[in-house]
């Protein structure tokens, strides 16, 4: 099972990107998908979640700008993000808890990462 996030790069304050979280491997069913990021020297935050049945939440610092969805069909998670801000700058992860097959048993995967993908805002 694979967690791939794509989509960061390099930005001016107040423009937008689109960050994908793609889940490929045998996978069963996925329950919660999170956002989180890392700015440098800091701790890794959560950012938004979005779960199976499509329910949102997110820090307060990016409610309003961000938005998170998912595409069940497509294992794949994304994250909008409009009026960038400097302080949006950090290395962003991607976690879901899911199910797997391993042979003819499926194991649950709980707080499972992807690598990050780093998103500088410049001001």
């Known amino acids: 099972v694979q967690l791939q996030a794509s989509g960061g790069g390099l930005v001016q304050a107040g423009g937008s990107l689109r960050l994908s979280c793609a889940a490929s491997g045998s996978i069963f069913s996925i329950n919660a998908m999170r956002w989180f990021r890392q700015a440098p020297g800091k701790e890794r935050d959560l950012v938004a979640v979005?779960?199976?049945?499509?329910?949102?939440n997110y820090a307060d610092s990016v409610k309003g700008r961000f938005t998170i969805s998912r595409d069940a069909a497509k294992n794949t998670m994304y994250l909008q993000m409009n009026t960038l801000k400097p302080e949006d700058t950090a290395v962003y992860y991607c976690n879901a808890d899911l199910e797997a097959f391993s042979g003819s048993l499926i194991h649950h995967l709980y707080d499972y990462w992807g690598q990050g993908t780093l998103v500088t805002v410049s001001s």
């Open positions: 979005i779960t199976s049945g499509g329910s949102t």
